[in-house]
């Protein structure tokens, strides 16, 4: 493998980015408390890894919260990254929440961050509200860069429907944008601005979205690009650079996850964009993240999917100017530290690190975190298909649903396709612990949802499902749903759905199980 010289790494804290800055917001936002220290930066250089942190409130469990502050107010679990990276990243709203940020715990991150030198990134999606920062100002932590996720599409579509009549065109959306970040440098005279966006939503110079097949999805990414880019350019306030977010789960072998026809795959696209973005004079920014172990776990297999991630990016032909590690998913990694303990976000990062920074090889095939079905289960209700679809029936983006020799068979046309049982199952949720799916998928598609309403709610709804993972191939395969995972699996039952995958293909299946564990 090609070693990587000179190369430094800034750690992201949170979903995307916003660096930390050195120089001193205008008068109307210094502190009334007379000069204060603002500690040293480091050095920026050519190439850099960041460090997103994780989202505490995700997980709502108050051993992952205190995790989050102690990463946060105390470096001693994670000398190496913080003494190597570059930049701590978080999502705006999170530092501007009063949520956990008692006075002791600014005090103690600022001090921290004036000790390391690093940068702090926020990831932004509109303007600044002044008060809300003012506890980090108070204590010279100033803010140094501004990602902005996706404005030119929601400031088209503000309803979120990218299908529906544009609120305004793709130019008067880039004016509104400077706009937004004139307002930021008002407050903070030395940030810089990051334009960032979901890659596989998005179409690629008329091409059609990874994510939502035959369409652009949320709009031509290479346009809005170029939209952007001008309109700041030409208001005195040029793009500082380009933040893509694409999970790798998008792109595994050359194909795209969810069947969907497109020119190339995910990472030659990502090539494309990188090549178009350097040629703008912007630094290119790749998230790197996996989202199908974030959103199922276990840790160990984000990490090794991570690394695999960022090994197949540089061996074809791919160079960031900077790394980003992140993960904004509910599951893994569950920690941030220490950084000696396999397999938490700052273990991540220093491999990462250890990697850019020292020209380390990848190597993670010793790795194996094959996930195990659990024990002592008892079956609580089956449906098989000997005699018949057995009250399931195809609901949308299914274009064939039969039965034969015992085998439910459903062709999936791609979009949002999902099946679902007859209502009224009078299921009580306590006794039931697991769906087994008896299976072979057709497609190459590895994540799915089981979605349930409840006897007192019965509409289905986002915050009602369970993910789960598969293999892509022809072999039948036991897909074990963990209901658990989700605290309103309660009460009776109502109604189930499975949505197989996002992908076109076909898939069929043996039995649906609910089991419960003894």
Known sequence: MKKIIGLSIVVFASIFLLCACTGKPNKSNESDKGEIEMGTKKPIPDSQVWLHTLHPWLHQEKEQIDDYFDFLTDKSNWEYVAANA?????????????????????????????????????????????????????QGVYFDYGNFDGVI????????????????????????????????????PDM??????????????????????GTPGYSDAYLDLIAVEKAAREAGIPLHGVVLDAPYDYNR??????????????????????????????????????????????????YKD?????????????????????????????????????????????????????????????????????????????????????????????????????????????????????????????????MVLRLRNLTDCTGGEVFFSREDSRGMAAEMSCAYWMEAGEGWQDVYVDLKQNDLWDGEIWQLRIDPASGAGTFEFEYIELLKQN
């Open 153 to 188: 599409w929601r400031l088209m579509h503000p309803d979120g429907n990218a299908d529906g009549d544009p609120a305004m065109t793709r130019e008067e959306a880039a004016g509104e944008f400077v706009h937004i970040i004139k307002e930021w440098r008002e407050v903070f």
């Open 306 to 434: 991570t690394l695999l991630y960022i090994d197949e990016y540089e061996k074809r032909g791919g160079k960031p100017d900077v790394y980003i590690i992140e993960s904004w998913y509910d599951v893994s990694p569950s920690k941030h530290i220490p950084e000696d303990a396999p397999y938490t976000l700052t273990y991540l990062t220093a491999e990462v690190l250890r990697h850019v920074k020292e020209g380390k090889p990848i190597d993670v095939s010793d790795l194996d975190f094959g996930w195990k079905p659990p024990e002592n289960l008892t079956s609580v209700k089956k449906w098989s298909f000997a005699d018949g679809k057995n009250g399931w029936a195809k609901a949308n983006d299914i274009s064939n649903f039969t039965v034969e020799n015992g085998i439910l068979t459903l062709e999936s046309i791609g979009g949002d396709p999902y099946f679902v049982s007859k209502e009224d199952l009078k299921i009580n949720a306590m006794d039931c612990d697991y």
């Open 192 to 213: 810089k601005f990051n334009y960032l966006w979901n890659f596989p939503n998005h179409g690629w110079k008329g091409d059609a979205s990874i994510t939502y097949p």
């Open 86 to 138: 570059d930049a701590i990243e978080f999502f705006g709203y999170i530092m501007a929440s009063s949520d956990g940020w008692t006075d002791e715990r600014v005090v103690r991150f600022c001090d921290m961050i004036k000790a390391t030198g690093l940068r702090i990134s926020l990831e932004l999606a509109g303007g600044p509200d002044r008060y809300m920062y003012r506890r980090f100002i108070e």
């Open 253 to 302: 072998n050359g194909k795209s996850l969810n069947g969907s026809s497109v020119k190339g795959d995910l990472i030659d696209r990502l090539l494309d964009a990188e090549r178009e973005i350097k040629a703008l004079g912007l630094k290119y920014h790749l998230i790197f993240n996996c989202e199908t172990p974030g959103a199922m776990g276990p840790d160990g297999q984000y």
